[in-house]
């Protein structure tokens, strides 16, 4: 016998509307300040503000993607794609992440040649393109501060943007050093500081991801706290093929196959243990299951299984 049981409702939604605008004018004002800082790299030639705003064109294309992405998710599930493109969040932050690792790589290798061979920057130019990143920068911050949990791309998404901000100070730091100093060193090292930032990041990202993708169980979920509670459901014997993973942000599921006794088929109890399991997993954890199927079978079913899992 195979019972499985369903609940749909999701928690949250990282494709709903209101993210999705915030998505699109942090995306604006992300455009914004990328035409501003390329033309002061250009203009300055300080590798601080060629390294941020290489950091900033990772993170315009970052934020299209994931409003693609959040775009994607809404559309409805087919009976070949029974999650729909929820899982594109998933990819859209990896990639992000991929490119930011790329970005962080370069400004480390740039940054240590400059220091031996620093150029010539312009401080007081250095200064004003660094304050208007600064500035479109915290624009940005704002947009996306309500709505920051609600998905791994508007997480991404806000975190760049936050070292989008911090590469800008650094990059004002490093001007009013020059401005009043002369000491080029600094935008070498202004340089070196974002890297600095960007790519314990970047790589937290990329796990955090690739354990999605690779459906490791969801963070704060313990497997073996669940077998055990699953066992301590009465009429169950044993629990094998347990697996949880994360669809996306918010869609946790697990699945198992439960032994129980065979009286219990017979009695016609095994509605009643299937409501308790589903239950148990749904409320008893850090991380609510609410999409749980669950396969109960009699004692004697083991022999006929052509696999098996832990």
């Known amino acids: 016998m195979t019972d499985h049981a369903h609940d749909h409702a999701h928690a949250g939604d990282p494709a ?34 060629l ?22 998710a809404l559309r409805p599930p087919t009976p070949q794609r029974t999650w729909g493109f929820r899982r594109a969040e998933v990819l859209a932050a990896g990639a992000q992440a991929a490119v930011l690792l790329a970005v962080g790589v370069y400004a480390l290798v740039e940054g240590v040649l400059r220091l031996f061979e620093p150029d010539e920057v312009p401080g007081i130019e250095l200064l ?117 993973s994360l669809v996306a942000t918010g869609l946790p599921t697990l699945s198992a196959h439960v032994v129980v006794h065979d009286a219990c088929f017979r009695d016609g109890c095994a509605p009643q243990v299937l409501d308790a399991l589903q239950q148990c997993v749904a409320t008893e954890f850090a991380v609510s299951v609410e999409h749980s199927t669950f396969q109960l079978e009699p004692a004697g079913h083991i022999g006929h299984e052509t696999s098996r899992h832990a």
């Open 128 to 244: 004003v393109f660094g304050v208007v990143g600064l500035a479109g920068n915290l624009v940005g911050l704002a947009v996306l501060a309500g709505a920051r949990s609600a998905s791994f791309n508007l997480r991404a998404a806000f975190l760049e943007v936050l070292n989008d901000a911090l590469g800008s100070v650094g990059v004002i730091v490093a001007a009013v050093v020059i401005a009043t100093t002369g000491w080029q060193r600094a935008d070498a090292l202004a340089g070196l500081a974002i890297a600095a930032l960007i790519l314990p990041r970047a790589v937290r990202l990329l796990l955090e991801t690739g354990s999605v993708l690779l459906e490791s169980a969801p963070p704060g979920l313990d497997l073996g706290a669940v077998r055990a509670r699953l066992l301590a459901v009465d009429h169950v014997a044993e629990v094998h093929d347990l697996h949880a």
């Open 16 to 49: 709903a509307p209101g993210h999705r605008r915030r998505l699109a004018v942090a995306f604006g004002v992300g455009a914004a300040v990328l035409v501003a800082q390329a033309v002061g790299a250009w203009i300055t030639g300080s590798l601080a503000l």
């Open 51 to 72: 390294v941020d705003t290489a950091h900033v064109l990772t993170d315009v294309a970052g934020l299209g993607i994931a409003l693609v992405a959040a775009t994607l």
